[in-house]
């Protein structure tokens, strides 16, 4: 049976006062006495009264209610991004509804619409890997709804950004993997038009080419998932010249690399250094452990929600804002050491 909820008249009627003077009392008014306040806050007590939320947010057009777009919550860059923006959120007393686009252009744009139908006061996006055209990103900017895209940020919608250092965190792993010894390193990269995606592929290329080694697009691979890295690793090893290295642009898509090359017969890190872009917790439980890239997932979101925040109170008064957090290797035993510099 459905409950129904108590109102402000309702507690008015009971006590014989009137609706405006329930609702002063239960915002503490100087007006109102004593014993009329704990009159109201005991039977609004006893009733378990909670204001109406889509009332007051009528009142105010105010829902404090922040929506957030993205990916796949599996993730573990994701998840801790959604913890960031909880606790800057409930810090500034914003609520946080969380959607999931499951890497599909037409639910993502479901998602957006489903957070502007539901009268919240900013988004939070990373986009979808699928999502080509930003006719639903404008519209959000259009109704001037604050909008803050964070790592798989839009290049054609000009709004605020938080991004991840990509390119250098993808320098310094291929660096870091050369100077181990490494001279035929493969990448497991994502759809080209992802600028994360663009930004870690140049990392990789600028580290190779500093220290003078080839770039052989045979062993670039658009392979970003577990799945996939299963099945197409094996696929580097029939080239010819095996790969004595592979960097990858997610942990996933590294564990899955890993696996497939000791499923080959090979040794890792011996024959080959593995190396993944993340840092969740799989870098930490597969054996052996796994190199990877810390991207602060947390750092992330809690900058995110703060700057959308800002927005939304009117504090950032600029021109759209790009803030870059910064990456950080996180070496462990899937990579063999770094050698003496001289010998690189």
Same mark, same amino acid.
């Given at each position: ?68 777009? %993205? ?44 957070? %502007? ?207 870059? %957090? ?19």
């Amino acid at each position: 049976m459905k409950r129904t909820q108590i109102t402000i008249k309702d507690i008015a009627r009971e006590l014989g006062i009137s609706p405006s003077t329930v609702s002063r009392a239960l915002k503490d008014h100087p007006d109102i006495s004593a014993e009329t306040k704990k009159a109201v806050r005991d039977l609004a007590a006893k009733y378990h009264y909670t204001p109406n939320s889509i009332a007051l947010s009528l009142r105010s057009q105010k829902s404090n209610v922040i929506g957030v777009v %993205i990916p796949q919550i599996v993730h573990f860059f994701f998840s801790s991004v959604i913890s960031g923006i909880e606790e800057a959120a409930e810090e500034y007393g914003y609520n946080v509804m969380v959607c999931q686009s499951d890497e599909s252009y037409e639910k993502e744009i479901r998602n957006v619409d489903t957070c %502007i139908s539901s009268r919240i006061d900013g988004i939070l996006v990373s986009m979808s890997k699928n999502t080509h055209k930003y006719d639903h990103f404008e519209k959000v900017l259009d109704d001037n709804i604050p909008l803050v895209f964070f790592d798989r940020v839009c290049p054609g919608v000009k709004a605020d950004r938080i991004v991840v250092d990509d390119y250098y965190g993808a320098f310094n792993a291929v660096e870091h993997m050369i100077k181990g010894g490494c001279r035929r390193i493969a990448h497991l990269g994502s759809s080209k038009h992802l600028l994360i995606a663009r930004n870690r592929l140049n990392g990789y290329i600028d580290a190779l080419k500093k220290y003078g080694l080839p770039v052989d697009e045979s062993i670039i691979l658009e392979c970003d998932s577990r799945e996939s890295a299963l099945e197409r690793t094996p696929t580097l090893f029939t080239k010819g010249e095996n790969p004595d290295g592979i960097f990858a642009i997610n942990d996933l898509a590294a564990s899955g690399a890993l696996t497939a090359v000791k499923r080959l017969g090979f040794s890792v890190p011996d024959d080959v250094s593995i190396c993944g872009f993340s840092d969740g917790l799989v870098a930490q439980v597969v054996e052996p452990p796994m190199t990877t890239v810390e991207q602060h997932g947390f750092e992330v979101g809690k900058a995110a929600a703060q700057l959308l925040i800002d927005r939304i109170e009117g504090r950032a008064t600029t021109n759209s804002i790009t803030k870059m %957090i910064k990456t950080t290797l996180v070496v462990r035993e899937s990579t063999r050491l770094v050698k003496d510099s001289a010998n690189v």
